[in-house]
């Protein structure tokens, strides 16, 4: 269901690079986000008498600005109700994240136009803190290379195992591109998957499924879920956003 105008998410995008702002536009409108760009920091002053659910500050352009501009920020408005994202220069120093965590900066990622996690990645920190009503409803990550997510089952009609890269996964279901094509053999959509094993990262899960797409990558439906394996998908997606904020505070600091 298309989000209504009224419905849309108020969003600031501070940055002076162009073409930054027509990739998060290209690919935030039509999750509801409505984009409002300043190239300017001063200009955008303007924003702190409006109510902007989102504001994504390009501190690797504005430097200086951005701390001051998130203090003001924060005098009137809380983390739940203005979600402030930093894009993070390549030399991003432990104090400016230390900074950026005492101001409450929500979240801090890099910006890469080829790089699609960075986008799912902000989208992850706001439906944190903020609700989105896309056509999914419910948080999708996209693993990155640091993460441990692994999917494992049983192929019925062949009696082999079944293993594969998740390429994204939610409290719903996940996408996978399996080890070899041959080990679906057989398997057809709608077929009932029971007892699969899913390592999510140190957390390792037993839950039932049901192939929702089939191709080079494969759709799996979550339709049951062993103990409390529910809960922990739950959790560790919904920590997710706060866990990356910490190792980008580390890497800085490893400098």
Known sequence: MPTQENERVKTAIISADEEMFNHLDFHLSPLGFQIVHYNDPVQAMEILSAEYALVILDASHFPRHWKPFVKLIRETRNKEQTVIILIKSSDFAFEEAAKAIFLNVNGIIDYDPKDKQEVFRLTEI???Y???????RFLRVIPDKN?????IFTNHRKHTIVTGIIRDISIQGMMFRPLLGEMMQG???GDLLRRCSLQIGTNLISLDCRISRLGREVGLEFTYFN???HHRLFTYLMERPDRKLHQEITRADSR
């Open 126 to 128: 706001f439906k944190r």
């Open 130 to 136: 903020r609700s989105l009503q896309d056509s999914r």
């Open 147 to 151: 993460e441990e997510f692994a999917i």
């Open 187 to 189: 398997l057809q959509k």
């Open 227 to 229: 103990d409390d394996a």
